[in-house]
C-alpha cells in the first residue's frame, strides 16, 4: 500500500500517494491550471508521458519541471510557472 | 569479438529486440527515458503504486510475458533507464543525457525502437486545461491511479477512443459522449482480417461491451470544434462532419465536461532517423514520417534498423515480433534461423488485420480547418493559424523557413505536437507536399547545456 504525504502547490496543502507524479497528484487534487504560457493562457497536462512540455511548472525553485514525468516528494514546494519563469 | 548494439526504446520492440540480440551473443546497451520498461502501452507504474488494472486479459497477459522474459536477461543488458537519446548521426554515433551528463555510444548496429506520440488537430480552445490526449488520459489511469476526469467527453480516431472510454468507466469515471470519427464497423466487414487479428478483435470487443453497457452516448462523425472554459474545461460543443469533410450546420452539440480525451492518430518518433540521414517518406496513416525499411527493419543508412510502431504504425503485437526480427538481423545479419521464419509468418498474419483497421485513421482534409485565424497552432510558442497563413503567403513553404518566420515548432517540444499540423496546413495553403517540407534537424528532445558541456569519455556497447 502506498503511503500518503502532502506537498504544497500555489501554498495550499496537497496530498499524493508515493510514487506518484505531480500532475497526478494535482489533477487527483481537481487543480487542472498548472502554468500560464507567455501570452496569458492558462495551460495543464496534455500528453501526460513527457513529450508536449506543456505541464511544465517550477518545483523547489526550478522552473520548466514537467508535472507528468517529476515523482512528488513530501514538502515539494510547487508553484505555477507564469511565462518563462 | 561480439557485436555491439545499441538500442533506443524499451517499449515492446525494443525489449524483444534486446532479448532477441543477447540470445545471439551481442552485447546490447538499451536506452529509455522512462524509469521502467514497458514503453507507453506496457507502462508500468511505481511499485508502490499496485494500480488495479482496467486493460483487456490479453493485452496483460502479453505484457506480463514480456516483462518476465526481459526480467529474466535484464542482467545481460546494459540497461540504462531515465536516459535520454538526443543525437544520432550518421556514423552511428548515439548521444545521450542522464541530468546534467551526456555521452556519446559507438557500437556496429543501433536499433531505434522509438514509438509513437499522439495526434491531434488545433480547434478553438484547444489549449485549455482539461483537453488532453487520451492515451494520456489512460497513462494516468493506468499507472498512477487517478481518475483523469469525471465527466469526460472522448473524440478521435482508431480503437485508442473506445478503449479508454470503457477503461475510464472501468475506474469509475462517467463519460458523457464518445465520438468516433469512423465507425470501428467498418473494419469488421473483412472477415478474414477478422480472423487474422482474432486477438485483439476480443479484447476490442470486451471494450465495446462495457461502453454498451453504460450506454454512453456515441457521436460518430462528430469532432471537437470548441472547448469552453478558461482556467479549466467546462463543456466541449462537437459538431458533425459530412462525407467530404465538411462541418454540417446545425449540428452543434455542447456539452458540459471536466475532460476532453482526443486521439487523432499517431505520429512516429523518427526524430533520430531523420538526423541519421535515413532516407524518409511520409504515410499519414502509418504515423506520418516514416524511415524508409525492408522487412528485416534495415534503413537506407548501414547498421541502423528501426523497428516497432516508430518504424510504421502496426500495433503492440506487430511491434514485438518485429522487434524480435529485427533484433536478430541486427545481431547476426542474414542467419535467422527456423524461429524467426516462424516470427516472420505470424506477423505477416498480424499484419493482415492491421492493414484493415489503418483505414480508420484517416483524417479528412476539413479537419485542418476548424481552427480559426486566433487559434494556436505552435502551442509552445502561442503561434496561431493567422501567422502561419501569412508565413506560407510570404512564400515560406518548407518547415524551416516556416520556423523562421513565424516560430512555429520552435518551443520546447521541438515541433512534435505541432510540425505535422503545419505540414498539413501548409498543403492546403500552399500545394506543397509533406515529403517537400520535411528537413530534420538536431536535436531530438531538449538537453541541458550543462549536460552537454559535461560529456563523458566516448564509450561503446
Redesign the interface.
Known sequence: ???SFEFSFEGRAVAA?????V???L??AGE???RT???G??????????????C?LNVDGVP?SRA?MT?ARPGMVVRRQEGLL | MARSLVIVGAGPAGMAAAIEAVSRGANVSLIDEAARPGGQIYRQGHPALAAKSYAAAGELARKRRLLERFAAVAGEIDYRPNTTAFALFPSRELHVAVGETSEALRSDAVLLATGVRELAFPFPGWTTPGVMFAGGAQALLKTQQVLPGRRAVIAGCGALPLVVTAQLLRAGGTVKALAPLHPLGRALFDLSALWRGREVVREGLGYALSVAQASVERLTGFVPVRAMGRERLEAAVLQRLDGEGRLVPGTEREIACDLLALNYGFLANGELAAMAGAEMRHDALAGGWLPQRDELGRTSVPGLFVAGDGAELRGAIVAELDGRIVGAVAASGDELGPEIAHVQSLRRRHLVFQQALRETFRLPRGIWSIARDDTAVCRCESVTLGQLRRSFAAGHLSLNTVKRSSRAGMGWCGGRSCLHAVAALAEIHGGKTPEEMMTPRPLARPVTFAALAHQRKAGGA
Open positions: 500500500m502506498a503511503t500517494k508515493e510514487g506518484q507524479s500532475a497526478a497528484a489533477i487527483a487542472r491550471w498548472l504560457d507567455e501570452a493562457n492558462p495551460k495543464g497536462a496534455v500528453c501526460a508521458i513527457g513529450f508536449c512540455w506543456e511544465r520548466d507528468c515523482e
